[in-house]
């Protein structure tokens, strides 16, 4: 029998389960953490992109308001996403724009004007 197949296989299935498995199990902890303390005042973005200040909470659900109109919305708490309002700061470039690189301000070979007038 050949042990060094059993070795390598057992060696995947960790390295599958340390890169994959675990670090998802961690952040839908995290993200269940998070839904539980939510509690009234705080502002919270919701998977669809909706902001609002937490008026009210129950067991499985929560009520926000959304704007100075005192607009009203009865969202589940699973459908929270962030707490705080969740930004683009960074954002994803195109394949396009990955490939092009910065122009060069000024090629080494050529003199700036003033400097040929000098000579």
Same mark, same amino acid.
Do not use: C
């Given at each position: 029998?050949?042990?060094?197949?059993? #070795?390598?296989? /057992?060696?995947?299935?960790?390295?599958?389960?340390?890169?994959? *498995?675990?670090? @998802?199990?961690?952040?839908?902890?995290?993200?269940?953490?998070?839904? !539980?303390? #939510?509690?009234?005042?705080? %502002? /919270? =973005?919701?998977?669809?992109?909706? %902001?609002?200040? *937490? +008026?009210?909470?129950?067991?499985? =659900?929560?009520? *926000?308001?959304?704007? @100075?109109?005192? +607009?009203?919305? @009865? #969202?589940?708490?699973?459908? +929270?996403?962030?707490?705080? /309002?969740? =930004? !683009?700061?960074?954002?994803? =470039?195109?394949?396009?724009?990955?490939?092009?690189?910065?122009?060069?301000?000024?090629? /080494? !070979?050529?003199?700036?004007?003033?400097? @040929?007038?000098?000579?």
């Amino acid at each position: 029998m050949d042990y060094t197949f059993i #070795l390598t296989m /057992v060696a995947f299935v960790a390295i599958f389960y340390f890169m994959m *498995i675990r670090p @998802e199990n961690k952040r839908k902890k995290q993200a269940q953490q998070m839904r !539980d303390s #939510l509690k009234k005042g705080d %502002v /919270v =973005t919701s998977i669809g992109g909706i %902001v609002g200040k *937490i +008026v009210s909470t129950s067991e499985k =659900t929560i009520i *926000i308001e959304t704007s @100075e109109d005192r +607009v009203r919305m @009865e #969202l589940t708490r699973w459908a +929270v996403s962030t707490v705080g /309002v969740q =930004t !683009d700061e960074q954002p994803e =470039t195109t394949k396009k724009e990955k490939g092009k690189k910065e122009p060069a301000e000024a090629p /080494v !070979d050529e003199l700036p004007a003033a400097e @040929e007038e000098e000579k």
